[in-house]
Every structure is written in C-alpha cells, then in structure tokens.
C-alpha cells in the first residue's frame, strides 16, 4: 500500500510543477489565474492525501480554509481583471495611461 501513496505524491507533485509552469510562463493573466487555482486545488488534494495516509483529521480545516480562500480570491481576481490587450488612454491627455480603463 505504501507504493500507491509514493505514487500518488509523485503525481501530485509532477502536476505542481507542470502547473508552476504555466503561472511563470502563461501567456495572460488568464492563464495563470486558472494555473494558480490549479495550484492551489492540488495543495488541497495533497492536505487530503497526508490526512487519508497519517489517518490524521485535523487538516481538514486546513483543506476548508484553502477552498474558501481560493474561491473568494479567483471571483475578485476575475471580476477586477483588466484584460490584456486593453490601451488605457489619459481622458484629457489622450496619453496611454497606467490608471484605469476609461468607459464612455
């Protein structure tokens, strides 16, 4: 049985850092955002492998805890975005501008 959890972990872990990848190189903020969900979900997966393995259930606050978080971070994060390809311009300048996009 101890085979499966070494494998398990081995999985676990390539799919970190294939994912690890994608949030270094990910083309837009897109990409990384839905990379580092998948982080964090596998961080999630790896709590609950630890507890089934240890028969410990004290990180399952942990493991709730994670979820809430991510959930309410990937929701602001999504709603607060601005998209990649946007030129934000000065209203008064007619500058590109670091601020805000301007909506008319």
Do not use: K, Q
């Not at 676990?12 to 270094?24: H, N």
């Not at 971070?73 to 390809?85: E, H, K, L, N, Q």
Request: hydrophobic letters at 60%; a neutral charge; aromatic letters at 4%.
């Amino acid at each position: 049985m101890t085979i499966v959890w070494i494998i398990a972990a081995i999985l676990l872990l390539a799919s970190a850092v294939i994912t690890m990848v994608r949030v270094l190189l990910g083309p837009n903020t897109l990409d990384r955002l839905v990379a580092l969900d998948t982080v964090i979900a596998l961080a999630m997966c790896s709590l609950a492998g630890w507890a089934a393995y240890s028969l410990d259930s004290t990180v399952v606050p942990a493991i709730v805890a994670l979820s809430l978080l991510s959930f309410v971070g990937s929701v602001a994060i999504a709603r607060f975005r601005v998209r990649d390809d946007v030129v934000r311009v000065h209203p008064v300048t007619g500058e590109p501008s670091t601020g805000p996009e301007v909506r008319r």
